[in-house]
């Protein structure tokens, strides 16, 4: 049997796929323009750092965004995204194999809708179609992207793909990940906009104002799946050593449905000591919330009761506030009619939005928020019948 060196380069086709799936949604972006102009022979430039051991991370860029709500980015430079999507791409189908099926965030044919379908399911379950008490407990980790241990997240990859993974480059592989993992972008960033833009967000919040070696950054694919993959051991934790049958996750929004509230209110404190335990997390001691179900749960932007759907506060007000900048922008053209850019603007956020609430209880909601607040955009679009769709006009 032939037997390939343990150090075995990561092939040129692999980077090489790994660009295309990262240039397919930021093609337009100034980094992916800038790298696209000659992206041959960077590409071979990064594979022979990554395969000779020379790769670092160059610079990213720190943001603020609002919506849905305050947080921090960094956007990392494109050639690392590219050795984001690399990785990812090799460890993802053997995390697939590990993950509980009701870990929702960051994962294909799943999401925020799938989370919402399979906590009204639990529900009706628990319930016996809600003819029976069941309750539900949700539960929030406090700053849980800046206060992942990375040193603990790092043991844990190393020994997942050492025991898992059987390519001829798994320590290269163990080296590429190690990189990233323990690159901290907020030591070496630009920051787009004011600095104030970070007035009023928690210092729980912020990667520079994490604990020494705790930390990643929330805007890179690597996070969002190495958090996943940090918090699995909970999960089954959850599942296996809980007895609890009815449990969903999406990032660190989790919720345990349970016939006996009592048992529920049991499991906080043993929640509380695992995650403090084991992982280095703590529980948002604002966030605990332990209900009939019949009172209703608010779970990933949308309120879930007995039967129906409704959207939550947030969603209204950012549709809302989007209608409302849409409408001061028509108002800048006057009489004049709004360029091709404004008028799809226009209907890509307002089509945004009718399709997220359009799969939830809420026709004579988008009916009224259309109807009493887009104005004058009626002379150069109009809405389907069913209010869930903008249409341009000629």
């Known amino acids: 049997m032939n037997v390939e060196p343990a ?67 960094f956007a990392a430079d494109f050639k690392d995204r590219i050795v984001h999507h690399l990785i990812i791409s090799k460890l993802n189908p053997l995390f697939e194999q590990l993950f509980i099926f009701d870990s ?11 989370g919402i379908k399979r906590l009204e399911r639990f529900i009706r379950r628990a319930s016996a179609n809600y003819s029976r008490d069941a309750y539900v407990l949700k539960l929030d980790i406090r700053g849980f ?45 630009v920051i787009k906009g004011a600095k104030s833009g970070w007035d009023g ?4 919040k912020s990667l520079f104002y994490s604990p020494v070696n705790c930390g990643l950054p929330i805007g890179n694919l690597s996070s969002q799946v190495f958090a996943n993959f940090y918090l699995n051991g909970f999960d089954h934790f959850i599942k296996k050593n809980c007895d609890i049958k009815f449990y969903g996750r999406y990032v660190d929004d989790f919720v345990l449905v349970h016939q006996d509230g009592q ?11 695992y995650l403090l335990r084991e992982l280095g997390l703590a529980l948002h001691p604002n966030k605990i919330y332990l209900q009939r179900y019949e009172k209703g749960v608010a ?16 969603i209204k007000a950012n549709f809302y506030r989007s209608i409302q900048q849409h409408n001061h922008l028509l108002a800048e053209f006057g009489k004049g009619k709004p360029d091709i850019l404004a008028r799809q603007s226009f209907q890509s956020s307002m089509n945004s939005y009718l399709g997220i609430m359009g799969h939830h209880n809420t026709y004579r909601l988008r009916k009224s928020m259309v109807s ?5 955009w009626w002379r150069f679009a109009h809405v389907n019948g069913g209010v869930t769709k903008f249409v341009l006009k000629p």
């Open 372 to 376: 009493k607040n887009v104005q004058g």
């Open 263 to 273: 048992y529920l209110r049991s499991l906080i404190p043993v929640i509380r000591s």
């Open 145 to 189: 992207f800046m206060h992942i241990n990375v040193e603990i997240l790092h043991a844990k990859l190393m020994e997942f793909i050492h025991s898992r993974y059987v390519g001829a480059d798994k320590e290269l592989l163990m080296s590429l990940t190690k990189v990233v993992l323990f690159n901290n972008p907020s030591q070496n960033c």
């Open 201 to 204: 967000l928690p210092p729980d």
């Open 104 to 114: 929702y965030a960051c994962r294909t044919g799943k999401g925020t809708l799938f």
């Open 7 to 73: 150090n075995a380069y990561i092939e040129f086709h692999e980077l090489l796929e790994a660009y295309f799936r990262c240039r397919k949604n930021k093609r337009r972006t100034h980094n992916a323009l800038a790298f696209e102009l000659d992206y041959e022979a960077k590409l071979v430039t990064l594979w022979n750092e990554i395969n000779d051991g020379t790769y670092r991370p160059g610079k990213s860029i720190a943001f603020i965004v609002n919506k849905p709500v305050k947080r921090e980015i």
């Open 299 to 314: 779970y990933l932007g949308v309120v879930i009761k007995p039967g129906r759907v409704y959207v939550g506060r947030r």
